[in-house]
């Protein structure tokens, strides 16, 4: 049988260790990191996963500031609103939640954001200094997805040097940056995506194979090596019937479970972790600032 990756454990350790180390916080400095979350508009996802970091950040001891903007705010107004942020000694950490209403340059917005704040990870300057950091350096900014991808592969208590990895996907957000912290643990590291030649034959041979391509059960047994770690990053919702659908990840666990050593569920594999890894650098940040 395989191990499944229980991200809601692994995250639930990491916000233990958070609490921990931001009530010492507030000993040492009478007060605590501080998280400013804005949303623009009424997407309902957008609502969920806003209310889900809230309620995480609140539960960890982080203190919450929420900016829920019309979704007629205009672009200038928004990054008014991130400067303002960007100068406040009380916020640590700015989160922008995506998708951004269509009049909204998102990648302005987010280059807005101050580096050292910047609790998504995805400014260029914090990219950059992935590229180039060492592999234990704590101070970084790291994309919350791919850190928690990292961390449920440690987890296993696994030996990652040498392994064979692929990444299915090339995104920013998650694909890029996975595939540079999986380098940085000793990988052998090949990136797959949309116009790969042979991409089935690629995945196979991978001792780890992170799904993040966003289309649902995508990869089936024929993609999977026997014995292989998968980490699936995808989440789609799709139609039982007309009354009900269920969420699936970009693998087709069903078919792969019994093949692989282990995987990660969806839903509660890779998404709990990603909060928990916001919350991680935010409190980052705060010691960044005040510990130097």
């Not at 990660?264 to 600032?289: Q, Y």
Request: neutral net charge; aromatic residues 4%; charged residues 25%.
């Amino acid at each position: 049988m395989p191990r499944i990756l229980d991200g809601k454990k692994v995250a639930q350790k990491l916000k233990d260790q958070l609490k921990v180390e931001i009530e010492n916080i507030k000993l040492k400095f009478n007060r605590t990191p501080g998280l400013a979350v804005i949303q623009v508009g009424n997407v309902a996802a957008s609502s969920v996963y806003v209310k889900a970091k809230t309620k995480a950040a609140k539960e960890v001891g982080i203190n919450v500031i929420d900016h829920h903007l019309e979704e007629s705010t205009n672009q200038n107004d928004l990054i008014n609103l991130i400067n303002e942020l960007n100068n406040n000694d009380d916020v640590n950490g700015i989160l922008v939640q995506l998708p951004l209403p269509n009049h909204i340059n998102e990648e302005m917005v987010l280059n807005s954001i101050a580096p050292d704040k910047d609790a998504d990870g995805f400014h260029p300057l914090n990219v950059g200094k992935l590229s180039i950091s060492q592999k234990n350096d704590e101070s970084l900014m790291i994309p919350c997805t791919p850190y928690g991808c990292l961390l449920l592969l440690r987890e296993l208590n696994v030996d990652l040097v040498g392994k064979n990895a692929v990444v299915i996907g090339r995104s920013n957000i998650v694909g890029k940056p996975m595939a540079q912290l999986l380098l940085k643990e000793s990988c052998t590291v090949t990136t797959v995506h949309s116009k790969t030649k042979n991409i089935e034959s690629i995945c196979k041979n991978a001792d780890i194979l992170i799904a993040a391509i966003g289309k649902p059960e995508f990869v089936n047994k024929d993609w999977v090596k026997e014995g292989a770690i998968i980490i699936d990053v995808g989440i789609n919702r799709i139609k039982i019937n007309e009354e009900k659908s269920k969420l699936v990840g970009d693998v087709l666990f069903s078919e792969v479970e019994n093949k692989v050593s282990a995987i990660s569920p969806v839903p509660g594999g890779v998404g709990p972790m990603t909060i928990a890894c916001l919350l991680r650098n935010t409190t980052a940040a705060f010691k960044l600032k005040n510990y130097n």
